[in-house]
């Protein structure tokens, strides 16, 4: 009877042990799987931490920056002349909707009449400008426009005012470069006589309108 006994036991409590250990294992494997989980979740969690603060630096950046550019808006609105820079005495008009502030030359001021070249080496009024461009607009992309009056050529070597207009532009254009404005920041253009500031019946109208213009984009 006994030894019917042991044949009974001795094989359920293999089973039993069987299945405690064939338990652990499986709850060791769990363990181990849930724990790599975990560490995945806390990486990618402290990635979203780090993209968070990235993303708030970069916006506290920006606000500045828009800061910064309202503050130049709102000085140019209250005193545009000396707000500026370029001071009194300069034809400078500030645009805020299109962030570029206009300062106008008469060509009377730089270029004999018909002639294209600057009437000297150097020119008090443009190193002005440039000392107000280097000092408060550094980096900022300037146009040079050229324009004439109506006034066909007649006794120059030029084609017409827009060629003339263009290579005006081309000299103050020049003359900025080589006086340390970076090239890749300027643009020279000529738009003859399409935009007139003064009507073209009067010769104070046309002496207006026969000008070059350095705009400023602030933006």
């Known amino acids: 009877m006994q030894l019917v006994k042991a044949k009974v036991v001795i094989p359920l409590i293999c089973v039993l042990v069987l299945s405690v250990v064939s338990g652990c294992t499986d709850y060791k494997k769990k363990y181990d799987y849930l724990n790599v989980e975990h560490q995945n979740l ?27 550019l309202k503050r130049q808006i709102d000085e140019l609105n209250r005193t545009p002349a000396d707000a500026t820079g370029f001071g009194e005495g300069y034809d400078v008009a500030f645009d805020p909707e299109a962030g570029t502030i206009t300062v106008t030359l008469e060509n009377a001021i730089l270029f004999a009449s018909g002639k294209a070249s600057l009437k000297s080496a150097t020119s008090a009024e443009l190193d002005h400008i440039l000392s107000v461009l280097k000092q408060k607009y550094a980096g900022k992309e300037i146009d040079v426009v050229g324009h004439t009056d109506t006034d066909p050529i007649r006794k120059s070597a030029w084609k017409d005012n827009w060629e ?18 970076s090239d890749d920041l300027v643009r020279a253009s000529g738009c003859g006589p399409a935009r007139p500031v003064a009507p073209n019946t009067s010769s104070a109208g046309k002496a207006k309108n026969r000008r070059v213009e350095i705009v400023v984009h602030i933006r």
């Open 164 to 181: 003339l207009s263009a290579q005006r532009a081309l000299s103050v254009t020049r003359y900025l470069v080589e006086h340390g404005i």
């Open 42 to 68: 806390k990486g990618r969690f402290e990635n979203l931490q780090g993209e968070k603060q990235r993303l708030a630096d970069r916006i506290s950046q920006d606000q500045q920056t828009i800061d910064e």
